[in-house]
């Protein structure tokens, strides 16, 4: 590696800037990976959080399913009736070079979408339910995949600096006390 390099003050030269310049990209990656990592842990948080109430709403909602099934019967009739609902935007924002989701969900007054004739005020619950699990769908999907890129970031991230702190950085210092131990020969001769 060292014996490729001939000893001179141009090559010198060279290689200290190169290390300087490894060096300063090995600070800045760090830096990068803490930003990502303060930015993940907030994400962490609150998907921890959000984890909590949606398994209540979950259950919430399927219960009240399961309760206007039971008072009218099974409402799959009713069911396919629903609109489709494309109200959903992503939009992206960056942090530090990472694309994050920004998920929004349009929201318009509720309205009931079928007859009252056959149905109840339970088809109502549950209807009114599961608008709530929508919408906190939406909140989780968009934390979720953002910890999840946020993760894949930081493990780049690692690996890029580890690359230049264990192996480009150690390699031009070598280099730079090979030449330096070389021209500081020359002279002695």
Do not use: W
Request: proline content about 3%; some cysteine.
């Amino acid at each position: 590696m060292s014996e490729q390099v001939f000893p001179t003050k141009g090559n010198l030269l060279n290689i200290k800037k190169s290390l300087a310049l490894a060096e300063l990209g090995f600070e800045l990656l760090d830096r990068k990976r803490n930003i990502l990592i303060r930015e993940l842990m907030m994400m962490v948080d609150a998907a921890k959080a959000l984890r909590g109430s949606i398994e209540e709403t979950y259950k919430e909602a399927y219960a009240a399913l399961r309760t206007a099934n039971i008072t009218m019967g099974v409402i799959g009739s009713i069911a396919d009736s629903m609109p489709v609902d494309n109200s959903l935007n992503v939009t992206y924002r960056s942090v530090m070079g990472c694309e994050l989701p920004r998920i929004t969900i349009e929201t318009n007054e509720l309205t009931i979408p079928y007859g009252f004739m056959n149905t109840d005020s339970n088809l109502d619950k549950a209807y009114i339910c599961f608008d709530r699990v929508k919408h906190m769908t939406v909140m989780l999907a968009e934390v979720d995949n953002s910890v999840y890129r946020l993760a894949n970031a930081i493990k780049k991230t690692q690996t890029r600096a580890n690359a230049l702190k264990n192996i480009v950085i150690p390699k031009y210092e070598g280099i730079v006390k090979f030449i330096s131990d070389s021209l500081e020969e020359k002279e002695r001769e």
